[in-house]
């Protein structure tokens, strides 16, 4: 059996979910997300693999990226991804990855990059399935109303990172 490796991690932001398989970052999500079990099972059974909690260099590098991001000192992350999930889910969260630090968009705006205006719905189901959460930047998506629409870490934490990328002020 295949193994992702994971470990846990806690930040200013919460505490953090990370998995890596084949030297590739698979999994960086809230550890007590609602989805959770939904995502883990997604992941599992895509790399037909098992989690296993051990700690690895490649590992490391992420907890420093994420540092010095949530530190303001890092913009864009250098590491490998491994996206798990449907052709449409993935086209969504590469169109995800297009939004520049520091700005938003809404998910109208991410339907129609992927060429699938009346998508907007299956759009959203996709942005809430990301599970590489901030290098893939779910949270610089909101409602065409310009409200904060829902995030996995929670309002307060979405609010936090767009404050963060738009100022680059240190969270606190």
């Known amino acids: 059996m295949n193994q992702i490796n994971i470990q846990y991690y806690k930040t200013k932001i919460g505490e953090l979910i990370l998995g890596s398989f084949d030297g590739k970052l698979c999994l960086l999500d809230f550890r007590y997300r609602k989805m ?11 790399l037909d693999a098992e989690f296993v909690e051990q700690d690895s260099e490649f590992l490391a590098k992420i907890r420093e990226q994420l540092n010095e991001y949530l530190n303001g000192g890092r913009k864009e992350f250098d590491i490998p991804l491994l996206m798990v999930g449907s052709d449409f889910q993935k086209s969504v969260w590469k169109a995800l990855m297009k939004v520049p630090y520091g700005k938003t968009s809404t998910y109208l705006n991410l339907a129609k990059a992927i060429n699938n205006e009346k998508a907007v719905r299956a759009v959203a189901n996709a942005n809430g399935a990301n599970s590489i959460g901030l290098i893939i930047p779910c949270h610089r998506i909101i409602g065409s109303d310009g409200e904060l629409a829902g995030y996995s870490g929670g309002l307060s934490v979405k609010k936090q990172l767009l404050k963060l990328e738009q100022n680059n002020t240190v969270l606190s």
């Open 36 to 46: 959770r079990t939904t995502v883990d099972n997604r992941i599992k059974k895509g």
